[in-house]
Each structure stands twice: as C-alpha cells, then as structure tokens.
C-alpha cells in the first residue's frame, strides 16, 4: 500500500538535536495514525511517537522529542532534542490505515514500515 523512507539519521553528541524526515509514497496517510519506532541493538522494537488527529509519546521521550506531518508533503517528521546515548537505534516510522487507533503504541497495529533510519548519540 503506501511506501515509507526515512532519512535524517545520523551522529550526534549527547545533548545534541536530529530532525527525521519519513516521507510516504502510494497511498496518502493524512487519515491515518503514524507512528515513529526505534529498535537499539539487541532490544525489541518499541514506540516513541505517534499522531493522529492528536500527538502522543513514549514517557522517555515526552520531553525531548516532537512529531508532526505535512500532509501537502505527505511527509512526516520527529524532531529530536536534547538526545541521551540511550536514544541511539534504528528509527522506522509506520503507518496504519485503522482510524479508530488514535492513540496506539503497539507495534501490531502499523501496517506499512520504512527501512529504517540509524541515530547514534555518543556519550
């Protein structure tokens, strides 16, 4: 259905900020939820950011990290701040076409992935 890219990873200190970009092909997502995930080396895949008609977030990132769309662009984005060694993983956004999961944090749900995107904070 609807083809997702991610970009804008890449290396930064601790502290530092990152913005990434998803941006989505095919189909257009601006009824959908959308979703950022990251995966560290040897952990599940786990929620960060998600939006729909609202926007929510992983309690660890509440803070720090900001997601939004440009649905003109059908594009996608979180912007990361203040970013902590702990955030370093491989960033996939994610889209799913159920419109009743306004606010769900579950991998399951999200139909469509991107390849991936790599972020490493250093210490």
């Known amino acids: 259905q609807v083809q997702l890219v991610e970009s804008g990873g890449g290396l930064v200190q601790a502290g530092g900020s990152l913005r990434l970009s998803c941006a989505a092909s095919?189909?257009?997502?601006?009824?959908?939820?959308i979703g950022w995930f990251r995966q560290a080396p040897g952990k599940e895949r786990e929620f960060v950011a998600g939006?729909?008609?609202?926007?929510y977030y992983a309690d660890s990132v509440k803070a720090r990290f900001t997601i939004s769309r440009d649905n003109a662009k059908n594009t996608m984005y979180l912007q990361m701040n203040s970013l902590k060694p702990e955030d370093t993983a491989v960033y996939y956004c994610?889209?799913?076409?159920?419109?009743?999961?306004?606010?769900?944090?579950?991998?399951?749900?999200?139909?469509?992935w991107g390849q991936g995107t790599q972020v490493t904070v250093s210490s």
């Open positions: 095919g189909r257009t997502f601006s009824a959908y939820t």
């Open positions: 939006i729909s008609w609202t926007t």
């Open positions: 994610a889209a799913t076409d159920r419109r009743g999961l306004v606010a769900t944090r579950q991998r399951t749900d999200f139909g469509s």
